[in-house]
């Protein structure tokens, strides 16, 4: 089920007549194209030989065009009286023929690559007439696929670099030429096919593919299920389970709405059957849901184009990443605690979980071809192309070797075992087909907007965003969040980072200089990307909590805000690795270093999490609330809190010993204030 699918439901076309066999081998086909490119060489020249990489992204964009053509009406709600523009359970001839123009107009610069090349930029009356009917296909594509915002975002860029000259001074831009327009997007590197469509063509795809096969063997169920025999018995125990099963899976299949509905469904209920509201249940799920773009190895798609554009290797984008990411999921455990704590919940009796045992025995299976994707990674160093495709090629033999195996142990028909293997591992590569549909038209549309700041835009209104914060970079890294959140509302995540790194990080690295802020360009490419995930959960839109909303049947404004409530832990990480880079290892290679910095991180984050939660050992007054922040800026600042104690740079951790000192006696005093002062429900200990 693609993204787009779970978003909207009955509004994705689901054909019923002879069409659907267009679309599964339309989708099959496409996940079969992106195993064989990856496959390297000499093995990969039986299948087609060496393609140039601007082919590849070519023939990418044609497959993705034509599944948005075939797969989502023009029209979303099905009106009898417009069948022929709204069908879902058929595709109509209009859109059949729009699918085969799609796909032809993007695939054009891929059949005539070296004619345009020796043209050298003078462009014919045909590659005009294809290169701006690609746009406009795109366009219209991305409404249907991804919704009306991306196209008015990208709309707004191309009628800026049509008619800049009639702008106001501070924004006003010489325009540019027809040729030249469609010569940078559709004949070029700088528009469409530019780097962010590489990435998505060569990398993510086949990270997409895997976790779709996960997900369809069974490993979403699987991940669920261990967490509740592990956490469940917890306190709050389901919503532990929650958070850890929904961290496994967003980190392969980088969707927070995919989570959602692959986890929540399970454990929304579970959550509400043992005591949690409704809104706070949904609320839960879509914070864990909406992390798991923040974890690695997947990161949706963000690792690898961040990889591209600060032009380092995948594994250093991994490091970054990591402490944020997992001390950000180990506070949300910790929230989930604190709630429980809240309302007095009581642990699920053991009988009624999972067996731990049972459960590992009955899907061990699906922790190889995960085991084999992190070794490829990080042991072997492998690139993350050749990673996951023997993630995927081991993923799919398993997909039919398990089955028989079952069969042969239960001595039922093999034959039979091995025919229902096939038509999983077919829907599976229908599905991650499907699931790359708003991914691929999100970064070949973000091309449109980086390929017209790169006329000439980009500086000055990089410029403009250094106007507006005084050059105060914390007035910037504020301008910067909101915007992120604003533009992230109705943009798919990918498409959000693409556009903020290239219109805001240049700035956000040159303000932090002036004022001698060394800022790293991976700490202001991460900025940027934390806050556009963020977006998911931010009303009056956040999509993700519409989706958890729906299954837990509760208010999704409400959801929305509760979930943001819960996410302010994740948003105050960006703003303390932009000025502390130790938070994302910059520097640090010492094993011991960064296990410390890891776990004061973990202990100032949960602090910041105790004081807008309000509650820690007990409830919270608020004389505890200045405490607790004073030891998040501690934990989370020790070069800051330094500066201020006159201690050396170099011995800036000796700031977390005050810290856990200062937590630790607050705990202490708290709990003798509850056993002192009890206040009845909820008064049980942390």
Known sequence: MSEREEQYGA????????????????????????????????????????????????????????LAFLCSPLLRRARPQLAWLSAHDRVPVVDLAL???????????????????????????VDLAVGAVVVLLLLEACRRVIGPALTVVAGIFITYAFFGHHAPSVLAFKG??????????????????GIPLDVSAKIVFLFVLFGAMLEKAGGGRFFTSLAMSVLGGFRGGPAKAAV??????????GSSIANIVTTGTFTIPLMKKAGYPAKKAAAIEVAASTDGQLAPPIMGAAAFLIAEYVNVDYRAVVKAAAIPAFASYATLLYITHLEACKLGLRRIPKEELPSFKETLLGGWHFLIPLSVLIYQLLVQQRSAELAALCAVVVMG??????????????GTAVKTALVEALRVLNDSLVSGARNMVSVG???AAAGIIVGVVAFGPGDMISQLVEELSRGNIYAMLLITAVTSLIIGMGLPTTATYIVMASLIVPALVDVGAAQNLVIPVMAAHLFCFYFGILADDTPPVGLAAYAAAAIAKAPPIATGLQAFMYDIRTAILPFMFILNPDLILHGINEWHIGLLIFAMACVGNGAFAAATQGWFARANRWFDIPILLVVTMLSLRPDFCAGLLRIPHESRYWCYVFGLVIFSALYVLQLRRKQTCPSGKGTSRV
């Open 176 to 193: 540019v030429s027809l040729g030249r327009f469609v010569d940078q997007m559709t004949a070029s590197t700088q528009g469409i096919y």
């Open 397 to 410: 033999a398993m997909m039919l070797i398990v089955p028989v195996l079952k069969a042969l142990r239960a």
């Open 441 to 443: 038209l999100a970064t």
């Open 244 to 253: 850890v099963s929904s961290g496994l899976t967003g980190m392969v299949s």
């Open 99 to 125: 699918a085969a123009v799609g796909a032809f107009c993007a695939s054009y610069y891929a059949f005539c690559y070296d004619a345009i090349n020796a043209r050298q930029g003078a462009l014919t009356n």
């Open 11 to 66: 509004e994705v076309r689901h054909p019923q007549d002879w069409t659907r066999y267009v679309v599964m081998i339309t989708a099959a086909a496409w996940s079969l194209f992106q195993i064989g490119i990856a496959i390297p060489p000499p093995r990969a020249m039986a299948w087609w030989g060496t393609l140039d990489s601007t082919i590849v992204r070519c023939v990418h964009l044609s497959f993705a065009m034509a």
